[in-house]
C-alpha cells in the first residue's frame, strides 16, 4: 500500500512540474540585425550597395523599387503556455542609399508602448534630400517661362 502512494504522490508533483512549467514565459527570436563590430564596418557616403550586401549579408527586406533601401528586422517574441505570442522587442535598421547607390543614411528603430522610436541615426546631409516634392516645385515657379510651353521660344 505504501508503493501506491509513493506512485501517487509522484504523479501529483510531475503534473505540478508541468503545470508550473507552463507558467514561465518562452522566448523566441526572429529576424537578423548586425551587431555594432559589423556595422561600424559600414561608413555613410563610402560604402556601396554590394559592400552592404558583401559585409551585413542579405537584408530581411528591402524597398519596394528596383533599387530600394535595405531593412534589417528583429523581433523578440514572448508567450505564456497556450496565449498567442506578443512582440516585447523589435529593432529595425533601414539603410539608405542614393541614386549612385551609395550608403547615404543609417537608422535604427525600435518599438517602445507600441511606438516607433528613433534609436540611432547615421545620416549625411544634402542640399536636395531634405526637400519635398511641393517645396522644389515651389521652388521653381519663378524659373517658368510660359513662351517655352505656347510653342514661343
Same mark, same amino acid.
Given at each position: 500500500?505504501?508503493?501506491?502512494?509513493?506512485?501517487?504522490?509522484?504523479?501529483?508533483?510531475?503534473?505540478?512540474?508541468?503545470?508550473?512549467?507552463?507558467?514561465?514565459?518562452?522566448?523566441?527570436?526572429?529576424?537578423?540585425? *548586425?551587431?555594432?563590430?559589423?556595422?561600424?564596418?559600414?561608413? @555613410?557616403?563610402? %560604402?556601396? =550597395? +554590394?559592400? $552592404?550586401?558583401?559585409?551585413?549579408?542579405?537584408?530581411?527586406?528591402?524597398?519596394?523599387?528596383?533599387?530600394?533601401?535595405?531593412?534589417?528586422?528583429?523581433?523578440?517574441?514572448?508567450?505564456?503556455?497556450?496565449?498567442? *505570442?506578443?512582440?516585447?522587442?523589435?529593432?529595425?535598421?533601414? @539603410?539608405?542609399? %542614393?541614386? =549612385? +547607390?551609395? $550608403?547615404?543614411?543609417?537608422?535604427?528603430?525600435?518599438?517602445?508602448?507600441?511606438?516607433?522610436?528613433?534609436?540611432?541615426?547615421?545620416?549625411?546631409?544634402?542640399?536636395?534630400?531634405?526637400?519635398?516634392?511641393?517645396?522644389?516645385?515651389?521652388?521653381?515657379?519663378?524659373?517658368?517661362?510660359?513662351?517655352?510651353?505656347?510653342?514661343?521660344?
Amino acid at each position: 500500500m505504501a508503493g501506491i502512494g509513493k506512485k501517487a504522490s509522484a504523479i501529483v508533483m510531475a503534473v505540478a512540474m508541468l503545470g508550473i512549467a507552463g507558467c514561465t514565459a518562452q522566448y523566441r527570436n526572429h529576424g537578423y540585425m *548586425p551587431d555594432e563590430e559589423i556595422l561600424s564596418q559600414i561608413t @555613410v557616403g563610402v %560604402d556601396t =550597395r +554590394d559592400t $552592404v550586401l558583401e559585409t551585413l549579408g542579405a537584408p530581411t527586406t528591402s524597398g519596394v523599387l528596383e533599387q530600394g533601401d535595405f531593412y534589417y528586422i528583429r523581433t523578440r517574441m514572448e508567450q505564456y503556455a497556450w496565449k498567442r *505570442p506578443q512582440p516585447v522587442e523589435r529593432t529595425v535598421m533601414a @539603410v539608405s542609399f %542614393d541614386q =549612385r +547607390d551609395v $550608403v547615404s543614411n543609417i537608422e535604427t528603430f525600435g518599438l517602445e508602448e507600441g511606438r516607433v522610436v528613433t534609436l540611432e541615426s547615421r545620416v549625411t546631409s544634402s542640399s536636395t534630400a531634405d526637400k519635398t516634392f511641393i517645396r522644389q516645385l515651389l521652388g521653381n515657379l519663378g524659373r517658368f517661362n510660359a513662351a517655352s510651353v505656347l510653342g514661343g521660344e
